[in-house]
T-cell receptor
Framework: SAVISQKPSRDICQRGTSLTIQCQVD?????MFWYRQQPGQSLTLIAT?????????ESGFVIDKFPISRPNLTFSTLTVSNMSPEDSSIYLC??????????FGSGTRLTVV | LAKTTQPISMDSYEGQEVNITCSHN???????ITWYQQFPSQGPRFIIQ???TKVTNEVASLFIPADRKSSTLSLPRVSLSDTAVYYC???????????FGKGTHLIIQP
């Protein structure tokens, strides 16, 4: 299965600033997915990123707040913009596996102060 | 997407078999059932996937009755390291991504 590297693994940011999270996959994949996991909660899909097209956002998530780039088939970034303490979460990227299931990165733990 | 219902938490002891049941009454004909495991500070990890009857791999078994409205993940002879959150998901994958329910927090005691 694919190996995913996410950077940074964690960060503490000031409110009002932005953070860009990088996701690198060791193989070419058509779709990459971004999830948010709030403290003590389950995962929620933010958006799906296809190479060469705009990301598709789930209800409750907008491009101005979570802009996504997908410049090639192995890389994507998620930016959390104009952050507030409510954005403190773990952000994870994911790709569909070649066989069964999806593979997830280890996540970026974001704390906004 | 089909909604799933699982117990919020379960406790067991080392060496026991643990069965976690998931209800998915609205599962669609072409939906698969997939289970993931998540440890603290890690992303979810694929455990097993099935469509009907029984599937077994090196870490777990998945039992799916004929009506497919529920499924049971069976973990044989659990150890302390099996303490984690287990998620049951149904869907087709692909561009849909995954819809996670609340999961089952399994705690294994010595």
């Amino acid at each position: 299965s694919a190996v995913i590297s996410q950077k940074p693994s964690r960060d503490i940011c000031q409110r009002g600033t932005s953070l860009t999270i990088q996701c690198q996959v060791d193989s070419q994949v058509t779709m990459m997915f971004w999830y948010r996991q709030q403290p003590g909660q389950s995962l929620t899909l933010i958006a799906t990123a296809n190479q060469g097209s705009e990301a598709t956002y789930e209800s409750g998530f907008v491009i101005d707040k979570f802009p996504i780039s997908r410049p090639n088939l192995t890389f994507s970034t998620l930016t959390v913009s104009n952050m507030s303490p409510e954005d403190s979460s773990i952000y994870l990227c994911s790709v569909e596996g070649e066989g069964y299931g999806y593979t997830f990165g280890s996540g970026t733990r974001l704390t906004v102060v | 997407l089909a909604k799933t219902t699982q117990p919020i938490s379960m406790d067991s002891y080392e060496g026991q078999e643990v069965n976690i049941t998931c209800s998915h009454n609205n599962i669609a004909t072409n939906d698969y059932i997939t289970w993931y495991q998540q440890f603290p500070s890690q992303g979810p990890r694929f455990i097993i996937q099935g469509y009907k009857t029984k599937v077994t791999n090196e870490v777990a078994s998945l039992f799916i009755p004929a009506d497919r409205k529920s499924s049971t993940l069976s973990l044989p002879r659990v150890s302390l390291s099996d303490t984690a959150v287990y998620y049951c998901l149904v869907g087709r994958g692909g561009a849909d991504g995954l819809t996670f329910g609340k999961g089952t927090h399994l705690i294994i005691q010595p």
